[in-house]
């Protein structure tokens, strides 16, 4: 048996707002919404405009995510506002 020296427990990590990361694209992120915070969720994309001066992310859920990249089938990404997506 192998002894690895023991480090401690792993330091938590505090959701970073998605807007202030600089690559988004497969990224694991937590969506704000009324009802609470939706997690196991990916980017698929950068941030880019609505077309209405609105910020937004385009998003899917992780099974969806990995379905897309490894079978190749189409998902539909949802498009989110943008200062209500957090990077977990």
């Given at each position: ?72 089938r189409h998902a539909e990404p949802v ?10």
């Amino acid at each position: 048996m192998v002894n690895y020296p023991y480090f401690g427990v792993p330091p938590t990590r505090t959701p970073r707002p998605a807007v202030d990361e600089p690559a988004l694209n497969g990224k694991r992120v937590i969506l704000s919404t009324p009802e609470g915070f939706v997690r196991d969720m990916r980017a698929v994309g950068e941030v880019r405009t609505d077309g209405e001066g609105g910020a937004v992310i385009d998003i899917l859920s992780e099974a969806n995510y990995y379905e897309k990249r490894f079978t190749g089938r189409h998902a539909e990404p949802v498009s989110w506002p943008a200062h209500l997506v957090w990077i977990e």
